[in-house]
């Protein structure tokens, strides 16, 4: 079993004692009036925490009225900080010898967020991956894996959120090789499509299972320039594993479909449709949200998910399409517990997808540079014309 599924303590068990239990529940899709009870206590405490620490979101929870959250239904008013304050501001609730841990988002343009993490923040977070890829029958000590990993390799000074997580996923079964796909220049990363088509060949020829890791937009250019060469299909074991992470960034003009890209990784590497998942998640909200069988992200038991009104920001129901936010009470290094994303999206009843996870999912619509040509303004733009 993973390391990451040991126990982990709040930095103040006193202060934080919901936080701790609300944290410390193993099934990721946990639901209920329980839960949520749990998760409202957490949530004030974390209010209070922040509050303490933070002279920002003091600020910000007195102009709100330092109110006290009673039930779920109260989470609409938490007060939230929009992701794009975390670009331009550097805020933390601890001592800065506390830090363990500073990323940043792994944007191609613009101010990139930047992010600060305690031993308490960074080590919950794992913990909760590591308990969905656990729920998922993805940990795995018995047989060592090829790793290949679409994201930026580790390199001095290096702290991208996406290349730190990507690289961790590979303690949860043990390395065979271990191959990134942007490796560094010295200078910087350039996409090695060859190399990744060699790793792929290396892994079908040995036998040996293959987890493919990171941004989706580089394995689908590594199966075109495959398919472009004369390539025949190839044949990677059953076992193999594909975990998506981070958009498609920069190539938002070369986006193709999730159905359609993951038949290509079916058809051209032989990996099941079950065995390839796409995730979310930001280094503003650590939290991940990981894809079930039919491919719909669900809420895990340690965060809610709210859609607001691109028009007043005010909150919507069930379909609704609108602003992402989320809201977790385990961060403790950083006022980040209720982040306003910069994301469209829409939130969905359990019934709806089918899988047996009782909890919501979300559909992301829409991220400033992801879809083609499409800017999230334009997109809430076009979200309101019906609505006008």
């Known amino acids: 079993m993973s390391s990451y599924l040991g126990p982990v303590t709040v930095p103040d068990p006193a202060a934080l004692d919901a936080v701790q239990r609300l944290c410390d529940l193993a099934a990721p899709y946990a639901a209920g009036a329980d839960a949520d009870e749990l998760f409202v206590a957490a949530m004030n ?43 331009m501001h550097e805020v933390v609730s601890i001592p800065r010898d506390e830090v363990k841990l500073h990323v940043t988002s792994s944007g191609t343009t613009g101010q990139k967020s930047q992010m600060f993490f305690d031993e308490w ?14 729920h998922y029958g993805w940990i795995d000590d018995s047989r060592a894996v090829d790793y290949l990993i679409y994201t930026y390799q580790p390199r001095p000074g290096l702290n991208l959120g996406a290349s730190f997580t990507d690289n961790y996923l ?20 350039e996409f090695d499509a060859f190399g990744a088509i060699r790793s792929l060949l290396r892994s079908a020829e040995d036998g040996v299972p293959v987890r493919i890791l990171g941004f989706p937009a580089f394995l689908s250019f590594t199966l075109d320039r495959m398919r472009n060469m004369g390539m025949k299909p190839i044949q990677l074991d059953p076992a193999s594993l594909v975990v998506f992470g981070g958009g498609w960034k920069g190539n938002a003009d070369k986006q193709i479909s999730k159905p359609e890209l993951y038949g290509k990784i079916a058809e051209q590497l032989g ?53 992402l936010q989320f809201v977790s009470p385990f961060i403790t290094s950083a006022p980040a517990q209720s982040v306003l994303m910069g994301d469209l999206a829409s939130l969905h009843t359990p019934a709806e997808c089918g899988c047996g996870a009782p909890t919501p999912w979300i559909r992301i619509l829409g991220r400033a540079g992801l879809s083609r040509n499409k800017s999230c303004a334009i997109a809430a733009a076009e979200l309101l014309k019906d609505k006008s």
Not at 121 to 134: E, N, S, Y
Not at 170 to 186: I, Q, Y
Not at 284 to 310: D, K
């Open 121 to 134: 923040t960074l080590r919950a977070g794992q913990r909760m991956v590591a308990r969905i890829f656990d």
């Open 45 to 87: 405490e974390s209010n209070a925490w922040h509050a303490a620490r933070s002279p920002f979101f003091a600020s910000l929870w007195q102009s709100k009225g330092r109110a006290v959250l009673e039930s779920a239904e109260d989470l609409a008013r938490q007060p939230f900080v929009h992701a794009n304050f975390f670009k």
């Open 170 to 189: 590979c303690e949860f079964a043990p390395v065979n090789r271990v191959e990134h796909a942007l490796p560094s220049t010295g200078t910087g990363h």
């Open 271 to 323: 990996i099941p449709d079950e065995r390839i998942r796409d995730g979310f998640g930001s280094v503003e909200h650590s939290v991940p949200y990981m894809e079930c069988a039919n491919h719909n992200m669900h809420v895990p038991v340690w965060s809610r998910v709210l859609i607001r009104s691109v028009r007043d920001l005010s909150p919507l129901g069930y379909g609704e399409p609108g602003y």
